[in-house]
């Protein structure tokens, strides 16, 4: 009885070894991320003055043997600052990803859903469902309809090109816009991010 219940249980383990093998063969390592990072917050300064801040909740990177690439499935938030370290631009979507190319080392960005940038130096806000950075040509753009609303007025349409801090963003295909005429020339826009108060006299 003892050799028959011996025979069962070495039986038993070889089933469940092989169970769990066949389970490990159906593994796809592509689809698994090599890293996990929570609370992500990334910074990058020229000289000690910022240039660039990014945040986002979770990032997860994976790997293959031609592209490397990072996924931002709780959305991100990238903020650009001038030379002289003055918060200027703003990007923040529901969903990003970062793609880099092994073979030639070209790198760009996606950002997708409820996609909002802003250039808070020209008062200017655009809204689209995706957008594109690439860092090679130092450009963003999209070819998804795009809302932009600035102190000129309202632009509407397909499709969209700029430099990456969104500080000469064209619409390609506009239609149904409108622009302000005249203006109040008595009015002081002050930059309320940037602004730190009247200077006081001694």
């Not at 996990?36 to 990014?54: A, C, I, K, P």
Request: glycine share 6%.
């Amino acid at each position: 009885m003892k050799k028959i219940a011996t025979a069962s249980a070495v039986a038993f383990i070889v089933y469940s070894c092989k169970g769990k093998l066949s389970l490990a063969e159906n593994l796809d390592l592509s689809e698994t991320p090599v890293q996990t990072v929570d609370s992500m917050f990334v910074v990058q300064t020229d000289n000690g003055l910022l240039q660039m801040r990014m945040e986002a909740d979770l990032m997860q990177r994976f790997d293959n043997d031609s592209v490397s690439y990072e996924k931002f499935p709780k959305g991100f938030s990238v903020f650009g600052y001038t030379d002289d370290g003055k918060l200027e631009t703003y990007i923040i979507s529901d969903n990003a990803c970062h793609h880099k190319n092994k073979k030639n080392g070209k790198e760009y960005w996606s950002a997708f859903g409820n996609v909002v940038i802003e250039n808070i130096l020209k008062k200017e806000t655009m809204e689209t469902d995706t957008i594109y950075w690439d860092q090679t040509n130092h450009e963003i753009y999209t070819d998804c309809y795009v809302k932009m609303f600035s102190p000129d007025g309202f632009m509407q349409g397909y499709g969209m090109r700029s430099d990456e801090h969104a500080r000469n963003s064209i619409i390609l295909k506009p239609f149904n816009s409108y622009g302000i005429v005249v203006q109040d020339t008595s009015l002081v826009v002050i930059d309320s991010v940037n602004f730190i108060g009247p200077l006081l006299k001694k």
